[in-house]
């Protein structure tokens, strides 16, 4: 599980591309499973920092359950940490912005990317109390992304363009 889930082997693109089942919220309340997900989270967001993201969904590391990290910067600058279960955007602003967007699931490529500039998701935190988030920017990109990914989407389906980066050697 210490690895990203990539579109370079087929199979694991099948995986990537097949919408997550609901995260069993009742763990979350169970005591006996806390130690658990915290270890769970913490090794996401090791895998999400080492990588350089700011965003990274369960079935990216090859769980098929509805979860994600998100690691953002606040107003101040400061990082925000995010852990969000069974997540659902349930607003969209009309208003969009198209930004260059990666993904560790899919090395090496960029494009342009279309997305809502503000969103509103819910969904249960590492506690399993129920959440709303009011999200725009690089925050609301990120919801978008990653809960795209929990549907089975990824950001090259919808992207105007894709750039390929070779890396060198």
């Known amino acids: 599980m ?3 889930v990539t579109i ?5 693109e099948k995986f ?24 769970l989270l913490k090794t996401m967001r090791e895998i999400m920092r080492r990588a350089n993201g700011v965003g990274l969904s369960a079935n990216q590391i090859g769980i098929g359950e509805r979860f994600f990290v998100a ?6 600058g400061k990082q925000k940490f995010y852990a969000i279960f069974n997540p659902e955007i349930i607003k ?3 208003a969009t912005e198209t930004v260059e967007e990666g993904c560790l699931s899919v090395p090496n ?13 819910v969904g249960y935190d ?34 105007k ?8 050697g």
């Open 8 to 12: 370079e082997e087929k199979k694991d």
């Open 71 to 76: 690691q953002v910067p606040d107003e101040q």
């Open 126 to 159: 590492h506690r399993g109390k129920k959440i709303k988030i009011k999200a725009w920017g690089l925050l609301a990109r990120v919801f978008q992304h990653e809960v795209g990914h929990l549907n089975g989407e990824l950001f090259i389906d919808t992207a």
């Open 92 to 94: 969209k602003s009309k």
């Open 109 to 121: 490529a960029y494009g342009p990317t279309e997305r809502h500039y503000e969103v509103t998701l």
């Open 161 to 168: 363009e894709v750039h390929h980066i070779h890396p060198l």
């Open 2 to 4: 210490n690895t990203i």
């Open 16 to 39: 990537l591309r097949t919408k997550t089942v609901p995260f069993d919220i009742e763990k979350l309340k169970d005591k006996s499973n806390a130690k658990n997900i915290r270890e």
